[in-house]
């Protein structure tokens, strides 16, 4: 499959040192421009960087991250991983990805969506109560920006705008997708503002979101829209064999669960349980051909175009990120094209 893209995304999780203490988050954001320029040499279609306000994650720009990755590479697409939509400004989110395109040579992507963190609503100073609206206002303002030359719009949650030119323009086209986490009106959203969809699957069998891929194609067919791509984002990490990777993981993975966990009320994970998600989940693990094989198998089960491995875990060193990123573009991806090629993705 050659249209396949396979790309990896981070959110700068911080990490920890080999002494056991926590990576400052000013070295983070330089090793993950480090991996970002990894990526691009080893064969990587893609790097997206999500945003989060909290101590946990570095990056709170991704943009200025991205234009950092930009300047050292050629190829590699350059995208976020959401970008919260809902707490931002459409026209300076815009402007910053209109940059990116520009000085990357129309590399930029942008996966607009709400989060599954809360932090930037306050500290933007965004009512929660306002969450839907906020979305659904500003999706469509944004949308209107990269596709007309002057925008009139008005709404509820920022000041209106009348033949408004906003800059730079846009050379090249700008690439956006919706980042929806499996909410059936989501995914209708996606097919009403006439974008693909990123569907972030991070736990369970993949397959169980055959229903959302199902409702965008009826959703689009009544609508009489295009059937635009559609990509997966879920956890993953290579090693040289299944042991080692599982080995590496655990610890970090557990770490970055019950931590989260503590917050909205799961129970803490268990070995079995972790090991349960990479057998038969959506946790991407081990070694290249274990890899190769469950992202092949995923594609072709759901019909993408795009899968993203996320390839930080909250602690993670980056040492073991960068072998996992040099593995994935060296060794997983040509074995996920050759496996496609044998059995086709269906139509």
Excluded: C
Excluded at 215 to 225: D, G, N, S, V
Excluded at 291 to 314: N, P, Q
């Amino acid at each position: 499959m050659t249209d396949l893209s396979l790309g990896i995304d981070t959110f700068g999780d911080v990490t920890r040192r080999a002494d056991g203490s926590l990576t400052p988050q000013d070295q983070v954001l330089r090793e993950v421009v480090a991996e970002g320029v990894l990526a691009d040499q080893v064969g990587v279609d893609f790097i997206g960087i999500g945003e989060h306000h909290r101590d946990d994650f570095a990056v709170s720009s991704p943009e200025m991250v991205l234009a950092a990755i930009a300047g050292q590479t050629r190829r590699i697409k350059l995208g976020s991983a959401v970008t919260v939509l809902s707490s931002d400004d459409p026209v300076r989110v815009f402007q910053r990805f209109s940059t990116l395109n520009a000085i990357s040579g129309g590399r930029a992507e942008v996966i607009v969506g709400r989060g599954s963190f809360t932090e930037s609503f306050p500290l933007f100073g965004q009512a929660l109560e306002d969450y839907e609206l906020l979305f659904e206002e500003r999706l469509d303002l944004f949308t209107r920006l990269i596709r007309e030359p002057s925008v009139t719009w008005q709404g509820q949650t920022r000041a209106p705008l009348q033949d408004q030119r906003v800059y730079p323009t846009l050379g090249a086209p700008l690439t956006t997708w919706v980042g929806v986490g499996g909410s059936p009106a989501s995914i209708v959203r996606a097919v009403r503002y006439d974008l693909p969809l990123m569907l972030a699957i991070i736990g369970g069998d993949p397959r169980r979101f055959l229903p959302h891929i199902d409702l965008y194609h009826r959703a689009a067919k009544q609508m009489a829209r295009p059937i635009h791509p559609i990509g997966v984002h879920s956890h993953g990490f290579v090693a040289a064999t299944d042991e080692a990777a599982w080995e590496t993981l655990w610890p970090h993975y557990r770490a970055m669960h019950d931590r989260i966990g503590a917050e909205r009320g799961w129970p803490a994970t268990t070995k079995d349980r972790f090991l349960g998600e990479v057998a038969h989940g959506s946790l991407y693990a081990g070694a290249p051909e274990t890899v190769a094989r469950k992202i092949a198998a995923t594609v072709r089960d759901l019909g993408l175009a795009r899968f993203d491995m996320k390839y930080s875990s909250g602690t993670l060193p980056h040492a073991a990120m960068m072998d996992s990123i040099r593995l994935y573009g060296s060794r997983v991806i040509p074995m996920v094209r050759e496996m496609l090629a044998e059995v086709p993705v269906p139509a």
